[in-house]
């Protein structure tokens, strides 16, 4: 498509206005069969594309025993298009003034939960999970219990990696895998050379993440059958961070640090 049609399109012309403007510029007059031809516009829809063309002030008719068109020269036209334009801007910015009201009465009027989500496949939790890891900033605390999520791989997935490039700060407990003291120790050794900040206990109350001082992520297990029913809830607000922060460095006071783990357990690795 020629450029100049697309440029009149962008403007608020349709295609074969753009054609027939076009053509009506080439030459003083011209007849609606003439300009049929130079534009290749079925000539059942030339008038319909002239009437409007003269409704936007881009060509004018001249009456006479054959009728001719000619095009109203740009500079004319498009200043009368260029104050439209600043008539549609003009009342824009009038609408957001007279909107934005109704719209913040509405987020003062939600529902008092709206900063809680709740994740219920284990789909749907990592995706989120892996998420608030690229958005945070400052670090990520960890509570992390069996069963778990991780792979027997011993290297750190790829979003925490991307998240600790940027300088968050990665601590997390992790829970003794009594099952299997070996490898749980060789993984929790992998996870601390990488660079995440690690400990275990020997008992944590729950699985746990917190994301910076704004956001928390937490499981709720159904007792009686845990595999059926998995949940996690995520909840954005500063006071029960700040409350779960103060928690997890309880915690990490009286967990293990990894090497001393190894010793107590007389593991070789």
């Not at 049609?5 to 399109?9: A, E, G, M, P, T």
């Not at 939790?125 to 892996?130: C, D, E, T, W, Y």
């Not at 640090?257 to 190894?262: C, L, R, S, Y």
């Given at each position: 498509?020629?450029?100049n ?5 962008n403007?608020?012309?349709t ?10 510029l080439k ?25 409007n063309?003269m ?5 004018s008719?001249?009456l006479?025993k054959?009728?001719k068109?000619?095009?109203?020269g740009p500079?004319?036209?498009f200043?009368e298009?260029?104050e439209?334009?600043k008539?549609?801007l ?15 009465h ?12 709740v994740?219920s496949?284990?789909?749907s ?6 998420t608030?890891?690229?958005e ?14 991780m792979?027997?791989?011993?290297d750190?997935?790829q979003e925490?990696?991307?998240s600790?490039?940027k300088?968050?700060?990665y ?8 099952d299997?003291?070996?490898?749980f ?16 206990s ?5 699985k746990?993440h917190?994301?910076d001082t ?8 159904n ?11 995520v909840i ?5 961070a ?14 293990i ?6 010793k ?6």
């Open positions: 498509m020629d450029e049609i697309k440029d009149l399109i403007i608020g012309l295609e074969n206005e753009a054609k027939v403007y076009l053509c009506l030459k003083q007059h011209f007849t609606a069969t003439e300009i049929s031809r130079c534009t290749n516009v079925n000539r059942s829809k030339i008038y319909t594309v002239l009437t063309l409704r936007k002030g881009l060509c008719e001249k006479g054959i009728r068109y000619e095009a109203v500079k004319i036209a200043e298009i260029i439209n334009q008539e549609k003009q009342k824009l910015n009038d609408l957001t003034e007279t909107l934005t009201p109704i719209y913040k509405q987020i003062n009027n939600s529902s008092p939960l709206h900063f809680i989500q994740f496949t284990p789909a939790i990592i995706k989120k999970h892996h608030l890891e690229l945070s900033k400052e670090f990520v605390l960890s509570f992390c219990k069996p069963p778990y999520a792979n027997k791989e011993l750190i997935h925490q990696w991307e600790m490039k300088g968050v700060i601590k997390s407990i992790f829970e003794v895998e009594k299997n003291l070996q490898f120790a060789g993984q929790m050794k992998s996870f601390e050379d990488h660079g995440e900040e690690i400990k275990v020997y008992h944590l109350p729950i746990l917190v994301f704004t956001t928390v992520m937490f499981s709720m297990i007792k009686i059958n845990p595999e059926e029913n998995l949940t996690y809830l954005e607000h500063p006071d029960i700040e409350t779960l922060i103060s928690t997890f460095y309880e915690f990490w006071e009286k967990a640090p990894v090497n001393e783990f190894i107590k357990e007389k593991l070789l690795l």
